[in-house]
Every structure is written in structure tokens, then in C-alpha cells.
């Protein structure tokens, strides 16, 4: 059987977790996608299973927050629809009653998520062969 994670982030450890999981994951900006109305934000992204000991297991999945009220991006070329980023971790500050979730990627680009809530999911589709 194959095994596909799913890790559900709703605290630090969780979102720690997460961020250990996807580190290095590269995305293609088409596959990034906030849905304002509902709140989501999503990323498709190609990522090393780092949690067995396959290092050179690729897989797709899907990297999942809810609860997002505001998306922010710097040095991301929207207009590039096919150029691909590299995620360096994911952080989040707390200001008040509001979690700013960072999205760090290289080259000094990263995309800010603000929420009221940490809800974070990381679900894998499908292994790439």
C-alpha cells in the first residue's frame, strides 16, 4: 500500500511540522490560488517525502489554510504563470488576535496569509514516478 500523508496543522508544532514536510517543494505560480470567498488558500506543490526514509520520493499535494482574510505576495511575478518557486519553510508572527502565516520562498519572495485561526492542512495526491 501506498502511503500518502496528511498532516492537519491547527497550532505551531503543527505548522512546524508542515513546514519540515514541504521544504524545498517547488510550485508553479498557476498553481497558487486564493479563493477569497471561501476564505482558502491554496498551493499545488511537488515535494520530497522527507518523513520515510525514500529521499527521492517525489509526490504532489496539496497545501491547504483556511480561515485566510487577506493574502499579501512580495517579489512574486503574478503575470508569470509558469514560473516556478521554491518554499523555504513557513513561519507565522501573532499580532493581537491575528496570525500572519509567511510562506517563504527563495529569492526573497514569500506570500503573507492573515487569519484569525491556524488552519493548515498538507495532503498528498499522488506519488510523481
Request: glycine fraction near 2%.
Amino acid at each position: 500500500m501506498k502511503y500518502l500523508a496528511k498532516i492537519i496543522a491547527s497550532d505551531q508544532e503543527g505548522l512546524q511540522m508542515i513546514s519540515t514536510c514541504s521544504s524545498a517543494a517547488k510550485v508553479k505560480i498557476s498553481e497558487i490560488k486564493y479563493l477569497a470567498s471561501n476564505k482558502v488558500f491554496l498551493l499545488s506543490i511537488e515535494r520530497t517525502k522527507v518523513e520515510n526514509e525514500n529521499e527521492d520520493k517525489k509526490v504532489n499535494s496539496i497545501l491547504r489554510f483556511d480561515f485566510i482574510d487577506k493574502v499579501r505576495s512580495k517579489n512574486i511575478d503574478q503575470s508569470n504563470q509558469e514560473a516556478i518557486l521554491e518554499l523555504v519553510g513557513i513561519d507565522y508572527l501573532k499580532n493581537n488576535d491575528v496570525y500572519e502565516i509567511n510562506l517563504i520562498f527563495k529569492n526573497n519572495s514569500h506570500i503573507a496569509l492573515s487569519t484569525e485561526t491556524i488552519e493548515a492542512r498538507l495532503e498528498d495526491q499522488s506519488e510523481i514516478k
